[in-house]
């Protein structure tokens, strides 16, 4: 392997341990021993990895680097190119000025964002739970979370990018920073549509009183600066702003790509357009019902049913709606450690979540199913009954706010 790769990883690793001193974890000698020895194990898995090509590889991104590199770098930005998000192709763009393999760069892109993945994943529990243990065993499950190791060190993808900006937009929404959250879930909404899991939660910190009406506004004007260089170099800009919009014909036309959804369960339809149509309508009833919760019970929504919220939206809307790829539920496969640990006596969530995102990871890059999708999809049940029974648990009793106003 290039050495230049192994520089650029071990530069990663010491970000991952640069985070944990700033996060106050590396306090004592056994913990600095403990917390190096396992970067170094999580980061040896990734490099081991790191030579493998996936057909999404080999049939798109290798190619979209090439053509930059064959036409001239960003002087080519404005052809149509690709299907990804234009921050994402900022960065293949990007690449193709570099010496060193495209492969490479693309994971360690990913890499460096799964470190930051772990450090979002970690601030967010802080805002429920103070036990460093917790903290740090935390970071480290992530780190080593076998659909996060595949997804960007081995499959090459860049969910953790979306994931790990959407997560530390929830933690600033926690830490009454609402500006940074909105910035953060604009980034995120930016690089990968798939946000939108996760992005009704904002409203949810509307109700509780932690963002003011405005601050939504900032949403599109983030959103517009963050494709301005684009434009800059020759995108329309309307074309590009409803990039997203032009790209629904390119899900297919399948009920289900190796997901844990529902139509693993009910994959002898009939008639595919109308449970498409009963899927699209069933996620946004599930959607709105759970709104509906939190707001009429928002006097009750602490941290932690705001998390068991979160998860009931990252496992609920994937799982009811049509044409899903087996890469959807990495929010869910994040959320529910996070959850997890916040609230132990719902471990379980977390390796049934894990277990249904593999079925579909083993399908893709083994080219065979393990077990059939509907064991997913029925774990995945079991995830949505432990986190709303949680949710019930928590908004039990009445709030602060809501004595007070008795």
Known sequence: MDIRVLLLLALEALFALWLLYRSGLLNTAPRLVFSVLL????????ALCLDYQTLDYKNFLSHWVAFYRENGGFRSFSYPLGNYNIPYMYFLCLFSYLPIWDLYLIKLLSIFF???LAYASMRLLRTVKQDETALLACFFVILFLPTVILNGSLWG????IYVALAVLAVACAMEDRPILSVLYFTLSFGFKLQAVFMLPVLLVFWFRKQMK???????PVFYVIL?????????????TLTLYASQTGSIGDGLNYNSPSIFAIFWHVQNAETASALGIAGAFTWL??????????????NDRAVLALLLLMAVGIPFLLPHMHDRYFFPADVLS???????????AAAPLTQFASLLGYHAYLKMRY???MDHGSRALIGVLLLAFGRLLWETREPGPAEIAKN
Request: aromatic content about 20%; glycine content about 2%.
């Open 370 to 372: 393990l077990l059939y």
């Open 288 to 301: 709105v019902a759970l709104l509906l919760f939190a707001f009429f019970r928002r006097d009750r929504l």
């Open 39 to 46: 970067i170094l194990a999580a980061f040896t898995l990734r």
């Open 213 to 219: 009406f405005w601050h939504f506004l900032l949403f």
């Open 114 to 116: 799964d470190v930051l």
């Open 157 to 160: 993808q860049c969910d953790s």
């Open 227 to 239: 494709v301005l260089p684009a434009v800059a170099l020759g995108k329309p800009f309307l074309e």
């Open 337 to 347: 450690v996070v959850f997890a640990f916040a609230c132990p006596i719902c471990f």
